[in-house]
């Protein structure tokens, strides 16, 4: 394995080479997802979530006409258990567009996270990923390291995929940072420079707040009429 991460590398076969280093070495494993080396394992993706957001039942029927796809910003959440979650809607940049989706499908996106139970708007779940971050940087672990390099390149191919299907208009990265061919840091940032990602976000403020003085108005003039 490259000491750099290689874009030309599957996700899968990174968990390979994960997989054959740990049975080599017999070193603990060195992250507490469970499941990382079964068969079924895929990084956290949820793909029943991810077929519901390229259904084209779940987008706003007008689009059709309108002749274009729905928008989407991958975004991303790292609580303070080390967790991380990679999301279609209700991530912590705000950008969303409830108005290219069905509203139903949308609301489910929003409903609040519950122990084991996950949201539709949650596209991939990252159990306990500073654990596998620092075994990669202050441990040296070539098994958390080839798991580090997987988890980037799994992300990609999710965003590649969605990007068949509908308008990603950003998403968030994995950026890891070398020294001495080890892994230092490892960061999280958007792929589009300062200005895009403000310029997205005050876009998504002013379509919000459109939204709220719409249902106002709406509320207003039942009322009121």
């Known amino acids: ?126 159990e306990d990923f500073r654990t596998l971050e620092a075994h990669a940087v202050r441990k040296r672990s070539p098994i958390a390291k080839a798991l580090l390099f997987g988890f980037k390149a799994r992300l990609h191919e999710l965003v590649q995929e969605i990007s068949g299907h509908l308008e990603v208009v950003g998403a968030m990265e994995f950026h890891i940072e070398y020294e001495r061919k080890n892994v230092r840091a490892v960061a999280f940032r958007p792929n589009q420079t300062d200005a895009e990602m403000e310029a997205l976000e005050e876009d998504a403020f002013q379509r919000q707040r459109k939204l709220v003085s719409d249902a106002v108005r709406l509320v207003e003039g039942h009322y009121f009429d």
Do not use: K
């Open 1 to 126: 394995m490259s000491w750099r991460y290689d874009p030309s590398v599957s996700s899968h076969e990174y968990l390979e080479l994960a997989r054959r280093r740990h049975r080599t070495d017999r070193t603990p494993r060195p992250y507490g997802g469970e499941g990382i080396f079964s068969e079924c394992f895929d990084y956290g993706v949820h793909s029943n979530h991810v077929t519901r957001l390229l259904n084209p039942r779940s987008w706003n029927p007008t689009l059709a006409a309108e002749g274009r796809r729905p928008r989407v910003f991958i975004d991303l959440y790292a609580n303070q258990r080390g967790n991380i979650e990679i999301r279609c809607f209700g991530g912590p940049r705000g950008i969303q567009y409830a108005e290219d989706y069905e509203l139903g499908y949308f609301r489910l996106c929003q409903e609040r996270n519950q122990g084991p139970w996950r949201n539709d708007g949650e596209l991939m779940w990252l």
